[in-house]
């Protein structure tokens, strides 16, 4: 059995939900320097205990949904291929080295994609846009890139464990209950709709970033805010179906790299 290709209907694995509760924990944590800074917050020493309380709620609530998305991967072939092998004694013989390039390369080109993509098509066209309307944006506030740093282990872990594992899973599984293949797994088509549904809420959940530095919610500022997270999106939901949701956290980690550390040091020294 390749590690690639996890069984159907497999026994749920609790080592793998205690191990994603220890990863999510932390990681939870890390992002709260990049939030406040961007958020322009500066708590009060009175504030703190309600702001780690917060957290630990939410890490309850993503630890519950991980949990979720844990059980029905178990009922439909999809889940973390090396992880589980690796905690259940079982047999992984994936190529761990491989897919760890695979992802790095998916992570790195797909931030790229999205640089790319939001300096030649939606920024000038923003610009335009926020011109005739007389709106004119401050400048945002940018987390240092130590900050984007330790924020980048949420995005790789925790967003990953809501929208691939909990939410991709979720849809994935839902068709599956109607279109099966001959293997009795979720259909390729089922997986490419849960895939591209799951790269749209993951840009729906980037929209209240764009309010915070003052952008008006429009056709043109809603789409861009879409297409740009959801490439990233698609990109890391195609991993986590055919290569484990190991290789879409890896990803995801690389792609925040680049955009929250590399390319603030490199305006950094191109100003």
Do not use: C
Not at 51 to 58: G, R, S
Not at 78 to 96: A, C, D, Q, R
Not at 129 to 142: D, L, P, Q, R, Y
């Amino acid at each position: 059995m390749s590690a690639l290709q996890l069984p159907v209907k497999r026994r749920f694995s609790w080592k793998t939900f205690l191990l994603l509760m220890a990863l999510i924990l932390p990681a939870s944590y890390l992002v709260i320097p990049f939030s406040l800074t961007f958020q322009s917050i500066s708590p009060e020493p009175g504030d703190w205990p309600v702001i780690l309380l917060e957290t630990l709620l939410n890490v309850a609530i993503y630890s519950a949904l991980g949990g979720i998305g844990l059980l029905l991967a178990s009922r439909v072939g999809l889940g973390l291929p090396f992880i589980e092998g690796w905690l259940e004694k079982g047999p992984v013989k994936g190529k761990i080295g491989a897919t760890l390039i695979l992802a790095v390369l998916v992570g790195v080109v797909a931030s790229l994609i999205i640089l790319a993509t939001d300096a030649w098509v939606f920024k000038p066209l923003l610009s335009a846009e926020m011109e005739t309307m007389g709106i004119t944006i401050a400048e945002e506030i940018k987390p240092a890139p130590w900050q984007g740093f330790l924020a980048s282990f949420h995005g790789g872990i925790v967003e990953e464990v809501l929208l691939r594992l909990f939410v991709m899973t979720l849809l994935s599984w839902l068709g599956w209950l109607v279109f099966k293949d001959e293997e009795g797994r979720p259909k390729a088509s089922v997986i490419w709709v849960a895939i591209a549904l799951a790269a749209v809420l993951f840009g729906l959940a980037h929209l209240p970033a764009t309010r915070v530095i003052g952008l008006p919610m429009s056709v043109l500022v809603i789409s861009s805010t879409i297409v740009l997270n959801g490439i990233g999106g698609v990109a890391f939901g195609w991993l986590y179906w055919k290569h484990g949701l190991e290789s879409a956290m890896i990803a995801h980690f690389s792609a925040d790299i680049v955009l929250h550390v590399v390319t603030p040091l490199v305006a950094t020294i191109l100003v």
